[in-house]
């Protein structure tokens, strides 16, 4: 009986994002511009919206860095880092659990922990 590959995933409740990101790559980075593999906001939705709706969310997208962050799985172990546009970690911050992280160094990540990138909140689930 083939086993299942577990998945870790992100839960998000945003109109502009979907539900569920499934971490399926050993890199997955996540950020404000379109060529991040996880995009905030999921411009193919975002541009459904009215412009009143993207007008109400524009604020806070905007505190996402173009690059934000970025998490990587080593050896079934999740771990995310705040990178930034720049490198050197986004002005508005990463979170684990409401605790902000140093700017590029990785953290181990546990099932349900609560994440944020700037404003938008998420939960980590490693299934």
């Not at 411009?43 to 996402?64: A, G, W």
Request: charged share 30%; no cysteine; aromatic share 12%.
């Amino acid at each position: 009986k083939k086993r299942r590959k577990k998945m870790a995933r992100l839960i998000f409740d945003y109109p502009f994002i979907g539900r569920e990101y499934r971490l399926e790559k050993e890199t997955t980075m996540i950020g404000r511009a379109p060529e991040n593999d996880l995009s905030i906001p999921d411009y193919s939705m975002f541009r459904k919206m009215t412009l009143l709706e993207q007008r109400t969310y524009l604020s806070s997208l905007k505190n996402v860095s173009r690059i934000h962050a970025r998490i990587t799985v080593r050896g079934g172990q999740y771990f995310i880092e705040d990178i930034g546009t720049s490198g050197q970690g986004s002005n508005y911050g990463t979170f684990i659990n409401e605790i902000r992280l140093e700017a590029k160094k990785p953290y181990p990540l546990s099932d349900n922990d609560h994440l944020r990138f700037g404003p938008i909140e998420t939960v980590f689930m490693a299934e």
